[in-house]
């Protein structure tokens, strides 16, 4: 080929490059507007979707308390029940013995007394009136103390519970009110909601496309826990719902939750109480399976480690169980069940 055809077909090749470019830069400008813009949005809803992680835990806990509360209150009741009940049987034993006392009149007991044909016998009858009288009495007041006991610690835990039923509810306004925030955020960014929902499909896409399975997932059959994984990604694409712990929905501590039970491992629902259900495991030493936990000032959100520096989770309202990388600002660490 000679040198002046390839330089004529360098400068084609040039003109057709240029030509081609410029279509190009035309719809580049609109296309990083958008994710711009799709940046800004999901900063905000980030932010509210934290604080409605951290409203949801904290109402998780709230409830946790207000039912243990309620639990012991209960019991404590139900021991007050019997003790009224104990004292009433004893009391009217009491008052028995009395109306038979004064039906009788003195000369009953006298024949008691007088019955005797000792010494010794009389005195025994006399103890055994008095004995009796006093066994009675001193139980009855016993027992009016122990009400007494029971009565303030009745009303201590019906405060307990009230504290407790207020901070729930308090809880649950605050995650109300920080939904309606969100709500109000998404309709005032409606125009940008299609460009946002492909964004993150191609987000989760990529990926997808990303992870490949690590080859130490170990065997279901020998071992039971190396499912977890597996049964975790069974549920990618399932919808996130506050609340709920599967198998149709889950929130991110009930999705964690739904899966350990699904290999026989009992976790409390909250992210916060998972976090003291295992052994503590440093980053460098996670093992598929592992929960991991994230929060800048308390734990609010976790999921469960599949290798590769990935994780599947349960993230927020209006996402969906997926995959996502591990490199997070807000981690905070690990634990194995």
């Keep these: ?19 081609a470019s410029r279509p190009i830069a035309a719809t580049a400008a609109p296309a990083d507007s958008k994710r711009a813009q799709a940046e800004a949005v999901r900063a905000q809803i980030a932010e509210l979707d934290e604080k409605i992680e951290i409203a949801s835990e904290d109402y998780n806990d709230a409830q946790i308390a207000y039912a243990s509360v309620t639990a012991k209150l209960t019991k404590t009741e139900r021991r007050l029940k019997d003790l009224s009940s104990k004292q009433e ?7 028995v013995r009395a ?12 024949d008691l007394l007088f019955g005797a044909t000792t010494f010794e016998e009389f005195v025994t009858a006399w103890d055994l009136l008095k004995s009796m009288n006093q066994q009675d009495a001193d139980a009855v007041a016993a027992i009016k103390a122990t009400r007494a006991e029971v009565s303030k610690a009745r009303a201590e835990l019906k405060r307990q519970q009230a504290e407790a039923k207020k901070q729930r509810d308090l809880m649950l306004a605050r995650k109300r009110t920080i939904e309606h925030q969100l709500a109000e955020r998404k309709r005032r960014l409606a125009g940008l909601e299609d460009e946002i929902a492909r964004l993150e499909a191609e987000e989760r896409e990529r990926e997808r496309r990303a992870w490949t399975p690590p080859p130490d997932l170990g065997d279901p059959v020998r071992a039971p826990r190396g499912s977890v994984v597996q049964i975790a990604l069974s549920k990618l694409g399932t919808p996130y719902r506050w609340g709920a712990s599967g198998p149709d929905a889950f929130d991110c501590s009930g999705f964690t939750m739904w899966v350990y039970a699904q290999v026989g491992v009992s976790l409390p629902h909250s992210s916060r109480a998972q976090y003291d259900c295992g052994e503590r495991v440093s980053r460098a030493n996670l093992r598929p399976g592992d929960l991991v936990f994230f929060g800048r000032s308390r734990i609010h959100h976790v999921g469960i480690y599949i290798g590769g520096n990935r994780y599947v989770h349960a993230p927020h309202t209006g996402d969906v169980v997926r995959i996502s990388s591990l490199d997070r600002a807000d981690y905070v660490g690990a634990c194995r069940p």
């Design 1 to 19: 080929m000679s040198c002046s055809y390839r330089s004529r077909s360098l400068v084609a090749l040039l003109i057709v490059l240029v030509a």
């Design 99 to 110: 109306q038979e006392m004064y039906r009788k009149g003195p000369l009953g007991t006298l």
């Design 89 to 95: 049987s004893l009391e009217k034993r009491l008052s």
